[in-house]
């Protein structure tokens, strides 16, 4: 009876470690599902940059100055699923349906709900969740501000067409800078 139970144990911890594999190897099926979602938002611009210079506004992206060698990859997942939660959430309203080719939407919501899913299951892997996320904190509000910020001009703006050119464009600035960190993450790793 011994062998089955040595046998169902190396199965779960076989089980295991594969999905832990996969749920955390994030830098290259992250930066692939990332480049797919950058081209999407490149293709979803409908108006000249230029035509709406008078709406751009700084919004004081939070991880813009990030220095990959001041912060773990273990550190850097939870910040960045929240930061792609909130695009899911900002693309996926009502209003944002309105601004945008339904088929590219759908697309991109549909990527970036996978993308929110991948980093939700590594974080939940990783030991130490509850630690990380607390000490994460600063940061993880820093991220909600910056798009309570981005929700407060869309409303201002009464999301116009020129309010969401610009959203798109800081939204595709936030998720290269993210991909960039993840890169450079990765590259620290190894």
């Known amino acids: 009876m011994a062998r089955p139970w040595a046998f169902l ?11 832990y594999s996969l749920g955390c190897n994030l830098p290259q099926k992250h930066h692939l599902r990332n480049k797919d979602i950058l081209t999407i938002l490149k293709q979803m611009r409908r108006l000249s940059p230029f035509s709406c210079l008078k709406d751009r506004k700084d919004f004081a992206f939070p991880l813009e100055n990030v220095d990959a060698q001041q912060i773990q990859k273990a550190q850097a997942i939870p910040v960045l699923q929240v930061l792609i939660q909130k695009v899911f959430i900002l693309f996926n309203s009502e209003n944002s349906s309105v601004a945008w080719e339904t088929t590219l939407l759908n697309t991109f919501c549909e990527d ?23 000490r994460q904190k600063d940061s993880l ?27 798109r464009a800081e939204v595709w600035s936030a998720l290269s800078s993210s991909a960039k ?3 450079r993450l990765s590259e620290k790793k190894e």
């Open 9 to 19: 144990m190396a199965l779960v911890v076989m089980s295991y470690w594969s999905t």
């Open 112 to 134: 970036i709900n996978t993308q929110v899913k991948e980093l939700q299951a590594c974080l939940m892997q990783q030991v130490g969740v509850q630690e990380t996320l607390l």
């Open 141 to 167: 509000d820093a991220v909600k501000k910056y798009f309570n910020r981005i929700t407060a001009y869309l409303i201002e703006k009464k999301h116009s067409p020129c309010a969401w050119e610009v959203v």
């Open 181 to 183: 960190l993840l890169a």
